[in-house]
Each structure stands twice: as structure tokens, then as C-alpha cells.
């Protein structure tokens, strides 16, 4: 179904603008709504499936949820005005709000807060230029509203999560106990970091998937002609794209594998894409299922004994601590954050990362499984695609685009902090203290990648020295004024110092080969 663009509906009060990361019925955009007088309006805009080559999967997903949305919406008595990407010329959003707010001319236009300050910007230049009221609403989908956020901030000389978090879980009265938190601490990091050891991981609770329906179907074939030569595959699109989907997702997580995602929540096997991770950030981010949601479930887990507090405590700082705090950094910063290079890093993204052709085995699988289903857990992100970026000095901005592009959970607010911030420390530690920088002995410890691996995490030098280990102590020598007096970093830097001045010389050599092949190929 496509509802026919050349309709002039009735006389417009208000023009409800939702974007396709705007997907919940409860939204404020909705309240004291006039059918008769209000329209709601979604487009899907060619551009923003290639103002970075957003993968096949994520672009399916948007636009999937998005007709299903807008089906809960008629069936409610809306009106609703759905630019279908095959049943409209306009290549971006404002191109087409400008059209239509022409031909409308709505008393004003009602945007809930967007995910993104580029959409932001330029929807409030097309109601500017078009003499129409902008209305931006707080999003009431998330927990700490944006001018919380910045009196949190007011006055700290610096920005923590677990200061946040712990503000956090007291002002929303989560895994607390008289006044006290559950278990005795704030957080069982120390509990979540275990491995599989040689034996793997076992016979893993498989998640739940939803099988494509018509609607996806027909949006899958759409997207494969339109956007032949878009990043990805979708052979194994299984995400869920309405409410109940996600409901059934968080309900398959909370009975499944909740109980073992605090241990092994670091750890990594190679052809295991999910192993106890929750799979629910993309119906989050698209507001699909809501964060009270999950965290309730959680809980409720914990108090009737179904799952440990290491576990149930590290799924909720996700969600009530982490998603809050970088939604909460990306507001306060923006524009400029996404020009943030504090490193000076300038190297070029290498190739494989948009196909995972290379004999890095931990980032052939890795790299490989994003392009194959647009997802990645939490520490391959960090600790394998993020870090082998850092060390190799890679412009952030092109591993900004490159997250957002890949996976099917990824909106700016989320995405932007999470790479320029923790991954490639781009904003010189306002968001994470220190740069998270390892070894190949990091990924040999959490995962089984380097055993069938041609590369030695163990060595620096040589044909079969490992990159990660090689760029590791480059990455060092090349920071060691910044980072060599660091609180938390001072003890790598003093290992630098053990180096014989040959042996370092002719780990820096290698490095900077290995760079200037990368770029080449």
C-alpha cells in the first residue's frame, strides 16, 4: 500500500512530522491530536540511504518499520500523508517537506527532537524559508530529558558515566534497595569478563527471529533495485520491525540469555554473531520497544531470581546509563563534535572494511559478519573493528561514517559519541577518560580468532607479526607526551620504556609499512 502523493488532504492545523527513528505510538507529537484537522506526515528520501552507503539491512529496517508504523497509524484514524520512496521524486526530507509545505500550508509544523542535528538543521531551514512555526518537542522516549541532562552537567569539570548512572538509578529508583543499590555495588564490571576458553561457548540459546512479511518483503526488493550497489546482504534479515516483535525480542532475551550476558558479555567467538547479547538496540533506537520496557523486564528478572545482578546490573547501565549519557554528550556538542580529531589521526579507512576481504582472522569475522547482517556486539565494535582504526590512525570522521553506514542500529546520537568518543578517543576524553588501546594479547585472551590466525599476537616484528601488536607500540610511541603521565594509561607507557630503541625503531617501521600498504590497496 502507498498512499498516493498528488492528494491534497483537508485543511491542515498541524503537520506531525515523524522520521523513520520516531516509530512509537506514545509519542508526545500524538497528544490532544485533531484527525480532522492534523496530518501526519512520513517520507522515505532516497538521500538517506546514500548521504553515507547506508547497508542493505539498516535501509530495510527503517523503511520496513516505517509502513508498519504508518498502518498502526490509519488503522487508528489518523491521516497520514507517507511519501513512498517509489511514489515521489524528492531526493532528501526537506526537499519534500518544502514541496508539500507549499502545497499544504500547514498553521505549523510538530517535530519530536530528531536523532540527528543534520536532519534538525535542515528541517528547520525548509520551515524558516517557508514562513511556518516549528514546534520541536522533547522526546519522552528516553529517560533523562535534554535540559536534565545539561543541569547534571552544569558546573562538572568533568563528564563521567558512572557519576551519571549512579544519578541515575536513584532518580528513577532502579536496582536500588533502601536508598542503597541492589547487591552491594554500582557495578559488577569485575564479574563480566569472562571467556569460553578452549572449549567455546557451547550450545548457544539461538535468538529469536521474525521471518520477512509481505511488507519487508516488498520493501527488501525495493531496496535491492534501487540500491543495487549499497553495502551488505540481506539473506539474513530477521530483525524485528513493529512493537510486538520487539516486545517478543526483549521477552526471547530475558528468558533466553539474559542470565549469561553479564560474564561473557567481552567475549568473542568467531562465526557466533550474537552469542548472550540482547539483539534490541535497533528496535530501541527506532523506538519500537521503550526503554522502561527493558528495564523493568530486567529487574523483574533479578527480584524473582532468574538472573544474577552482574548480569541484570549491566544490561540496565546500557540502557539507563550509557544510551542516556552519550545521547545526553551528542546534544551538548554538536555541530562541531563530528569534527573532533583530538589524535590527529589522517590514515584512510582501509578497504576491507566494506567487504571483510582480509587475512586478519579476528577482523575477517568481525568485519564479515557486519556486512553480511549489518550487526556486531558491543566489544567486536570496540575492541576489534574500533580498535584496529585507533591504532592504525584512521581519519574519525571516516569510521564515524563507516559505523553509521554498516549497522542496523546505528543513529547519530548513539553512533557519533560511541566512535569519536570511546572507540577512536576523538574528543581528547570527554566522553571515555582514556583511549581504549590493546595488544593482539587483548583479543587472543577474549576470543578464539587467533588461533587459525597467520599472525602472532605474540610478536611486533616479522612476517607474521600481528598487526594489532605492531600498531599497539607504534600507537604508543607516537603518543607518549599525551598519554605517558595519564592516571589510567601510565603503566602501558612504562612498558614503552623496557623497549630496546632498535627493537621499537623497527617496530615503527613496520608500522608505518603496514599503513602505507593499507592505503594503497
Known amino acids: 500500500m502507498t498512499t498516493d502523493p498528488t492528494h491534497t488532504p483537508a485543511p491542515v492545523r498541524r503537520l506531525l512530522l515523524v ?265 530501541l533506537n527506532l523506538k519500537l520497544l521503550d526503554p522502561r520496557d527493558a528495564i523493568d523486564a530486567a529487574v523483574a528478572a533479578y527480584r524473582a531470581g532468574r538472573a544474577p545482578i552482574a548480569s541484570v546490573e549491566g544490561f540496565v547501565r546500557q540502557i539507563l546509563g550509557w544510551r542516556e549519557y552519550v545521547r545526553g554528550i551528542y546534544w551538548q556538542r554538536m555541530p562541531g563534535y563530528l569534527e573532533r580529531n583530538a589524535l590527529d589521526a589522517h590514515q584512510p579507512l582501509p578497504a576491507f572494511y566494506w567487504s571483510g576481504d582480509t587475512d586478519y582472522a579476528c577482523l575477517a569475522d568481525a568485519v564479515g559478519q557486519v556486512v553480511a547482517r549489518g550487526y556486531g556486539h558491543h566489544i567486536q565494535r570496540l575492541m576489534v573493528t574500533g580498535l584496529f582504526a585507533l591504532l592504525l590512525g584512521v581519519e574519525p ?12 542500529d546505528a543513529v547519530e546520537w548513539v553512533e557519533a559519541p560511541n566512535t569519536l568518543g570511546m572507540s577512536q578517543f576523538a574528543d581528547d576524553g570527554l566522553l571515555a577518560s582514556k583511549p581504549y588501546a590493546a595488544s593482539g594479547a587483548y583479543i587472543q585472551r577474549m576470543s578464539n580468532c587467533c588461533a587459525d590466525c597467520r599472525y602472532d599476537p605474540k610478536q611486533a616484528v616479522g612476517e607474521t607479526a600481528c598487526p594489532f601488536t605492531t600498531l599497539f607500540w607504534d600507537f604508543l610511541a607516537r603518543h607518549r607526551e599525551r598519554f605517558s603521565g595519564h592516571p589510567r594509561t601510565a603503566l602501558m607507557w612504562r612498558n614503552l620504556e623496557r623497549l630496546e630503541p632498535a627493537r621499537l625503531q623497527a617496530i615503527r617501521t613496520q608500522a608505518a609499512a603496514l599503513r602505507d600498504a593499507l592505503a594503497a590497496a
Open 19 to 283: 522520521l523513520g527513528d520516531q516509530l512509537n505510538r506514545d509519542s508526545r507529537l500524538f497528544d490532544d491530536t485533531e484527525p480532522d484537522r492534523d496530518l501526519v506526515w512520513l517520507c522515505e528520501a532516497p538521500a538517506e540511504a546514500t548521504h553515507v552507503p547506508s547497508h542493505k539491512a539498516r535501509t530495510v529496517l527503517f523503511l520496513s518499520a516505517m509502513r508498519h508504523f504508518r498502518e498502526r497509524l490509519t488503522k487508528a484514524g489518523l491521516r497520514v500523508r507517507y511519501l513512498a520512496l517509489d511514489a515521489h521524486e524528492h531526493p532528501g526530507i526537506d526537499a519534500a517537506l518544502a514541496a508539500d509545505l507549499d502545497r499544504l500550508q500547514p498553521d505549523e509544523v510538530c517535530l519530536v527532537q530528531p536523532g540527528e542535528h543534520r536532519l534538525h538543521a535542515a528541517i528547520a531551514a525548509v520551515c524558516a524559508r517557508a514562513g511556518v512555526p516549528l514546534r520541536v518537542l522533547e522526546d519522552g522516549h528516553f529517560l533523562c530529558p535534554l535540559p536534565d541532562f545539561a543541569s547534571w552537567a552544569e558546573g562538572r569539570k568533568e563528564l563521567r558515566l558512572e557519576h551519571f548512572y549512579r544519578w541515575m538509578r536513584k532518580r528513577h529508583d532502579v536496582l536500588m534497595d533502601d536508598g542503597a543499590p541492589a547487591g552491594g555495588a554500582w557495578n559488577f564490571d569485575k564479574d563480566n569478563r569472562k571467556t569460553f576458553g578452549k572449549q567455546g561457548p557451547g550450545l548457544l540459546p539461538a535468538p529469536l527471529g521474525f521471518a520477512p512479511d509481505a511488507v519487508t518483503q516488498e520493501v527488501m526488493q525495493l531496496v535491492e533495485e534501487r540500491f543495487a550497489d549499497a553495502p551488505g546482504g540481506l539473506d539474513h534479515f530477521d530483525w524485528p520491525v513493529t512493537p510486538a516483535q520487539a516486545q517478543a525480542a526483549l521477552t526471547d532475551f530475558i528468558d533466553h540469555r539474559l542470565a549469561a550476558f553479564g560474564p561473557y558479555q567481552d567475549a568473542i567467538w568467531t562465526g557466533e554473531p550474537y552469542l548472550y547479547h540482547a539483539r534490541l538496540s535497533a528496535a
Open 397 to 408: 570522521k571516516q569510521v564515524h561514517a563507516w559505523y553509521l553506514a554498516m549497522f542496523v
